[in-house]
């Protein structure tokens, strides 16, 4: 049923352990397609497994994107996951998903909450995606309240017809595809209210960068193409502020108070302004603030 697709650059260690641990899996309906994106040292694959492994990998590096497109390319199955190689799935996230896709079969995207680990400060919380009603292109301007790739599951052939991932894009691809998502007037989707996915978030970490150019690009790329009433541009100019904050709120970073500050300037949110002052102040108190809200 399920084809899962794992992008991965020079972590060889983390795409077996993330193999070894999908034999967790109550129900063994999918295969894995593993995309090398041209790491240095080659991605090697060191045992096999009770479910089908492909491993691909790009002539040159080509991004997350479209490595994430040459697997769904290669994928047999009629349903595509992602997942990235320092997450995790639920043990009956299968199991789950394919229950409601046969219970739901006009569904062809689905989609639920993630489990989001903050390795460094030692919590957790749960996403709160919106429910398909409320799945607008204005909502979507305002805040991704879809979630990231491992959050997602779509019907192959529904992934072709939206043109899969935008290869222009060095950042925001999952966001970018969010909003095509939900701009299709054939999309058709089913919330599970269950936390399938986990995620780590490590807040210092080297391959977090505080250059935004690439995210500043896409922001223009993605204003472009999607952003056309007076409405979406007042949720998008919120909306772009925190997505250049996010980095440098997880590099610990004093600057992100600017643009969370710049955000209340524009909604007038109490919350906006409480966030700005925490943030200046300490930005680890900051990030600790998702225990409680």
Not at 85 to 99: G, P, Q
Not at 209 to 229: C, F, G, H, L, P
Request: charged content about 20%.
């Amino acid at each position: 049923m399920f084809s899962i697709i794992v992008p991965s650059y020079n972590r060889n260690t983390e795409v077996n352990a993330l193999l070894a641990s999908l034999e967790n899996q109550t129900v063994k309906n999918f295969e894995v397609i593993v995309v090398d994106d041209c790491s240095q040292n080659f991605i090697k694959i060191d045992r096999t497994f009770s479910f089908p492994v492909t491993l691909i990998r790009n002539e040159i590096n080509s991004g997350a994107a479209q490595s994430r497109n040459v697997g769904a390319n290669t994928a047999k199955n009629d349903w595509l996951l992602f997942l990235d190689d320092d997450d995790r799935f639920a043990d009956n996230k299968c199991e789950v998903l394919a229950k409601t896709i046969v219970e739901n079969p006009q569904a062809n995207f689905i989609y639920h909450p993630a489990k989001c680990n903050m390795v460094n400060e030692g919590f957790s919380y749960v996403t709160s995606p919106l429910p398909p009603a409320q799945l607008t292109l204005d909502n979507m301007l305002l805040a991704n309240k879809i979630g990231g790739m491992p959050m997602l599951g779509i019907k192959k052939d529904f992934f072709f017809e939206l043109g899969g991932l935008s290869t222009e894009l060095k950042s925001l691809e999952d966001y970018d595809f969010v909003l095509k998502l939900v701009s299709s007037p054939n999309l058709k989707a089913i919330l599970v209210d269950q936390p399938l996915s986990i995620c780590s978030f490590h807040t210092k970490r080297a391959s977090v960068s505080t250059n935004t150019a690439n995210t500043e690009k896409a922001i223009e790329i993605i204003r472009a193409n999607y952003v056309k009433t007076v409405r979406q541009t007042h949720n998008f100019s919120l909306n772009a502020l925190y997505m250049l904050a996010y980095p440098n709120a997880m590099n610990l970073s004093r600057k992100a108070a600017t643009y969370y500050f710049e955000m209340f300037k524009k909604s007038h949110s109490l919350k906006h302004l409480i966030i700005a002052v925490v943030t200046f102040i300490s930005p680890s108190l900051a990030i600790n603030l998702k225990r409680f809200v």
